[in-house]
Structure formats: C-alpha cells, structure tokens
C-alpha cells in the first residue's frame, strides 16, 4: 500500500442510510456486501426520506461538506474505505452460518491502495475498517475464526466427496435428519465415526465458508478458491474443492488452527492486489 498510507488500523461506522447516501453521492447504487437492490420493495418517498437522513448525518458527522449550490466535498479517507468495497480488485468473503441460520459475513475487499474489512455486526450498521498489512488481516480472519481455536485433536483422517454429498449432509444435519446425513457418508466410504462426529459438528456449531475470488475489475474474473471449514470446538475439518469442476470436496481432520491459517493463506491474493500500490 502507499507509504502515504495510515500504519494502524482504524475503523469508520456508517448507518445504512449514511452509507446509501454515499454511495449516492459516488454514482453507485449498491456495494460487496449489499443487495443488488437495497432499495428494493421500499417506495420512492420512502427512499428519498432515507437518502436524506443519511445525508444530512453525514454533514453533522463532517464526513461530507456542502459546497455551493447541490455540490459537496467528501472525506477522502471515506471515500477510500467505502469505494474499496464498490469496485474492489480481489474480494473474500468469511461467513459462519449458525445453527439457526443467521450469518454474520466479513468481507474483505483490496484495491491497489487500500486493504478494507466490510462488516455489519447489527441490523443496519456497516463498520469499515482499513487494514494496514498482511498482520493486521491475519488478525482479523482469526478474530472471525475464533470459535474454532479450540479444536486441537486433529485425526488420521482425509476422503475425497461430491460437492453434491456435502451440500446434503449439511442441509440434512440442519433440519434434524442427522441419521440420514450421517448413513449417507458411512455410504460413501466414510468411517462409522468419523460420519457421526462430522454430522453431529454440523448439526449444533457454526459452519465457516471462505470464498476468495480477484481479478475483479477485469472483463472475466480470474480466479477463485473456496475453503469450508466445520468444528465441534474438539474436532475441526477442512473441505477443499478438487478437479477441474470443482465438482468434488476433500475433507481431512485438521486443527482448528490449521484451518485458520489456510484461510489466512487464501486471502494472498488480495494482499498482492494491495501492495501493488506500493510499486
């Protein structure tokens, strides 16, 4: 990143009509890590009250400046964080859905000038956090990842699955069929035990998606790496796609922390997106 650029992490906070007006005032309509249409089912009266509040928070605030006539000046500094996520050159995002269905995503966006954490910890607050460096992502990835940091009795265990099979034995574990879920592995080769302590993992903690896709401001996108990883907060297992399809999973006992540290790994490429700044 520049050396221009601040050494310390440091966060913004921004209502949802806060950041609706901005994006706005930036000739966007929506962002990574928003609905294609946030405005979508609201009518236009409604739309403009809520473009109007935002604004108006954000003059308070002195993140934007009136100037003459309709015209304002907008933090720099805000518009970095928040146009990092609008047009990003790499992009990951780390969710765990919970058992009962809520997620909680953190996306992680890098341009060439800035590396910003995307997230939204409550109904209608966006938080944008620069990162300054490699160390300050790693940190935040193990931050998400926390809950599976005590899973340290890894196993003697790796089987290759279809994408498919997974997809069900989650959906089954989630709506109480864990017997299905758990049969339909030992089917397809995997251990008596090893299918009930995956399933009952699956059933009753968070399970995390990683998924990292960069060269984004090109015509076709350049790449992707996914990594899905499910704890029991004792046992931890990290599945992987194989082939050329992508068709097909590996899953392999780990320890939570290796876990973590692939996830970290993955996010390589949004920090070669962001010290490209540097050069």
């Given at each position: 990143?520049?050396?221009?650029?601040?050494?310390?992490?440091?966060?913004?906070?921004?209502?949802?009509?806060?950041?609706?007006?901005?994006?706005?005032?930036?000739?966007?309509?929506?962002?990574?890590?928003?609905?294609?249409?946030?405005?979508?089912?609201?009518?236009?009266?409604?739309?403009?009250?809520?473009?109007?509040?935002?604004?108006?928070?954000?003059?308070?605030?002195?993140?934007?400046?009136?100037?003459?006539?309709?015209?304002?000046?907008?933090?720099?500094?805000?518009?970095?964080?928040?146009?990092?996520?609008?047009?990003?050159?790499?992009?990951?995002?780390?969710?765990?859905?919970?058992?009962?269905?809520?997620?909680?995503?953190?996306?992680?966006?890098?341009?060439?000038?800035?590396?910003?954490?995307?997230?939204?910890?409550?109904?209608?607050?966006?938080i944008f956090t620069f990162?300054?460096?490699?160390?300050?992502?790693?940190?935040?990835?193990?931050?998400?990842?926390?809950?599976?940091?005590?899973?340290?009795?890894?196993?003697?265990?790796?089987?290759?699955?279809?994408?498919?099979?997974?997809?069900?034995?989650?959906?089954?574990?989630?709506?109480?069929?864990?017997?299905?879920?758990?049969?339909?592995l030992v089917k397809a080769?995997?251990?008596?035990?090893?299918a009930q302590s995956f399933?009952?993992?699956?059933?009753?903690?968070?399970?995390?998606?990683?998924?990292?896709?960069?060269?984004?401001?090109?015509?076709?996108?350049?790449?992707?790496?996914?990594?899905?990883?499910?704890?029991?907060?004792?046992?931890?297992?990290?599945?992987?796609?194989?082939?050329?399809?992508?068709?097909?999973?590996?899953?392999?006992?780990?320890?939570?922390?290796?876990?973590?540290?692939?996830?970290?790994?993955?996010?390589?490429?949004?920090?070669?997106?962001?010290?490209?700044?540097?050069?």
């Open positions: 990143m520049p050396s221009s650029a601040p050494t310390q992490a440091f966060s913004i906070n921004l209502t949802r009509d806060e950041l609706l007006a901005l994006l706005q005032l930036m000739g966007s309509t929506t962002m990574n890590g928003l609905p294609e249409d946030p405005f979508a089912g609201i009518s236009r009266r409604e739309r403009a009250e809520r473009l109007n509040a935002g604004l108006e928070t954000l003059l308070n605030r002195g993140l934007i400046e009136a100037q003459g006539g309709d015209s304002v000046v907008i933090d720099d500094t805000l518009v970095a964080l928040v146009g990092s996520c609008v047009l990003p050159g790499a992009s990951m995002v780390l969710s765990g859905l919970q058992p009962d269905g809520i997620a909680d995503p953190h996306f992680f966006n890098a341009t060439p000038e800035i590396l910003v954490e995307h997230s939204s910890p409550r109904p209608g607050i966006h990162l300054p460096d490699e160390v300050a992502l790693a940190e935040r990835v193990q931050w998400v990842l926390a809950a599976i940091g005590s899973a340290h009795h890894g196993a003697d265990f790796a089987i290759v699955s279809s994408d498919k099979l997974i997809a069900d034995v989650f959906r089954w574990s989630r709506n109480n069929q864990t017997a299905k879920a758990a049969d339909s080769n995997w251990p008596a035990g090893e399933v009952r993992s699956c059933a009753g903690f968070a399970i995390y998606t990683g998924l990292c896709a960069w060269g984004l401001r090109s015509e076709q996108i350049e790449g992707t790496h996914t990594l899905i990883a499910v704890s029991d907060q004792q046992r931890c297992w990290l599945l992987e796609p194989q082939g050329e399809r992508g068709d097909l999973l590996r899953c392999r006992s780990v320890t939570g922390q290796d876990a973590t540290d692939a996830m970290v790994r993955m996010a390589h490429p949004l920090l070669q997106i962001a010290n490209a700044g540097e050069k």
